[in-house]
């Protein structure tokens, strides 16, 4: 595929799976075994891996959304970087809803095979991600 069309790809699945919530397409765009090198060892594998984790966050956080800010595709590779926001409505790692939003940098890179997603890794804030639901605390300023 050309560099076009896996970056239409990408858009497609952030819109659809990640925003959206829709996973209806997904077998057509996740290939049966893609890696996600970002996800816990149990759900890293595979087309039921992808939706497992776009369930477990569209749970947690129903009106998530990622706006891409730039994205740069070379050869088979795609990277992304963007905003993730949401508000905390859904059991987080463990959590209860806080109700907190949360606005946090992301950079994501996907890698492509036979027209699908077969890799993906991410460079997430996390911890800013677990300060700003309020489950962690903020660091204390030493003035």
Do not use: C
Not at 37 to 44: D, G, I, K, L, N
Not at 77 to 96: D, L, Q, W, Y
């Amino acid at each position: 595929m050309s560099t076009d069309a896996n970056k239409a790809l990408i858009r497609r699945i952030i819109e659809e799976a990640w925003t959206d919530g829709k996973l209806d397409n997904v077998d057509e765009l996740v290939s049966s075994d893609y890696f996600n090198h970002a996800a816990v060892a149990e759900h890293r594998r595979g087309v039921e891996g992808f939706k497992h984790v776009s369930r477990w966050l569209k749970a947690a956080f129903p009106d998530s959304r990622f706006e891409i800010e730039a994205m740069i595709a070379e050869e088979d590779m795609v990277v992304v970087r963007g905003i993730a926001s949401g508000t905390h409505e859904g059991e987080f790692m463990g959590n209860p809803p806080t109700g907190r939003t949360f606005s946090v940098e992301h950079t994501h890179w996907f890698r492509f095979a036979g027209g699908k997603l077969a890799e993906h890794w991410a460079v997430r804030d996390d911890l800013n991600h677990m300060m700003q639901l309020g489950l962690i605390p903020e660091p204390r300023s030493s003035s």
